[in-house]
């Protein structure tokens, strides 16, 4: 079955510093893939997407390249800030009504002014 | 526009009692709904997911139940709450055929 791997967290960053949290997945055909953020006590908000090899998800700084060669969707900002402190999650999806959500565990981003 | 609502947003209740989770969903007809639960150090595991009034599947076996009573109303219960049923409860939807999930704020519920 479909499954996503995070890197293990938490991860602590000074303001202002390069950010990168991996993602890998397994999963048959070509799935569109997300990063979803959760912010302290709130329910979880699509950050970006790619839903084909090669497209690149960008939101508020944050970029993430569908690599099928690799089956990844790395997560990257150049510079951090306090207020990107959350949990962020990488989930697949592939199309069809009856289509699940796959999500990663989740790892925990604090940033340090 | 669409927005979802759940309700309550924090519930503290005794092991043995009952609960009910609500979510509604307004500005759409005929949506996907999903119940999903994020466990301290588990991640997000998918607990419900229904495409249709009456037309609901479970995905893991547990002390959980879901209905669909109205076309955009998606209610989670439980007869008898356990110590385990405790976590974060998100509700979600998305227009069948679309690829992105909306969320809920979320109830957290603390079974003692």
Redesign the interface.
Known sequence: GDSVTQMEGPVTLSEEAFLTINCTYTATGYPSLFWYVQYPGEGLQLLLKATKADDKGSNKGFEATYRKETTSFHLEKGSVQVSDSAVYFCALRHTGANSKLTFGKGITLSVRP | SQTIH?WPATLVQPVGSPLSLECTVEGTSNP?L?WYRQAAG???Q?LF?S?GIDQISS?VPQNLSASRPQDRQFILSSKKLLLSDSGFY?C?WTD??A????????SRLTVL
């Open positions: 759940q996907n999903y588990r991640g997000l998918l997911y495409i995905e998100l979600a069948s055929g690829n992105v999930l909306t969320f809920g704020a979320g």
